[in-house]
């Protein structure tokens, strides 16, 4: 991956939509609009599948496109979590205890590498990736057939994930992008520790 530079690639501009989009799609869930709010998700969705798709395909992979990426995920899934306590609270209450731990998880998370590095953790891990493709997937069910259940092993998934990323930030010697798995961020470790 190469260090970020000012101008504005595609993929980047596509994150970047993709955040600002973000307090829209909470405005219209709080204004009571859920099937406005269910395309702007599934928009999200999509864009989220696209800039990380055109930034391997371009080779315009980043730093700081990580970081936007990162940081339109994190938006996209807290809105996710106000729009349905807000539209659809029965459905947050039914999930209540998955959904507190995994959010709780990942806060202290965020929290943690702030403390630890003066940066949000940008790690696209394995785990993540498939947590969120899991929750994006069930929430669209959702939407859709109201089915629940792969909602719900997306948390599971989401809790182990939040998991791995506290002790890849434990293990990290410094900031890093894309950290596969807690292997990955062993191996940086023990590099960094040879370095010496």
Request: charged content about 10%; some cysteine.
């Amino acid at each position: 991956m190469t260090e970020p530079t000012a101008k504005l690639t595609l993929p980047n501009a596509i994150s970047l939509a993709r955040l600002l989009l973000a307090p829209v799609a909470l405005w219209v869930a709080f204004q009571g609009h859920s099937t406005a709010y269910k395309w702007l998700f599934a928009s999200a969705v999509a864009s989220d599948c696209l800039d990380g798709q055109l930034a391997r395909l371009l080779k315009a992979q980043t730093v700081l496109g990580a970081r936007l990426d990162a940081a339109a995920d994190t938006a996209t899934y807290l809105v996710l979590f106000f729009a349905v306590l807000r539209l659809w609270p029965e459905f947050i209450a039914a999930h209540s205890l998955l959904l507190g731990t995994a959010i709780g998880l990942y806060v202290v998370n965020h929290l943690w590498s702030l403390a630890r590095f003066r940066k949000l953790p940008a790690y696209h891990t394995w785990a993540g990736k498939t947590s969120a493709v899991l929750t994006a997937a069930g929430m669209l069910l959702w939407f859709v057939a109201d089915i629940g259940a792969l909602f719900t092993a997306a948390i599971v998934v989401a809790i182990a994930s939040a998991v791995e990323q506290l002790a890849i930030t434990a293990l990290l010697p410094h900031w890093q992008a894309d950290v596969p798995t807690l292997v990955h961020a062993r191996r940086l470790r023990t590099a960094a520790h040879a370095a010496r």
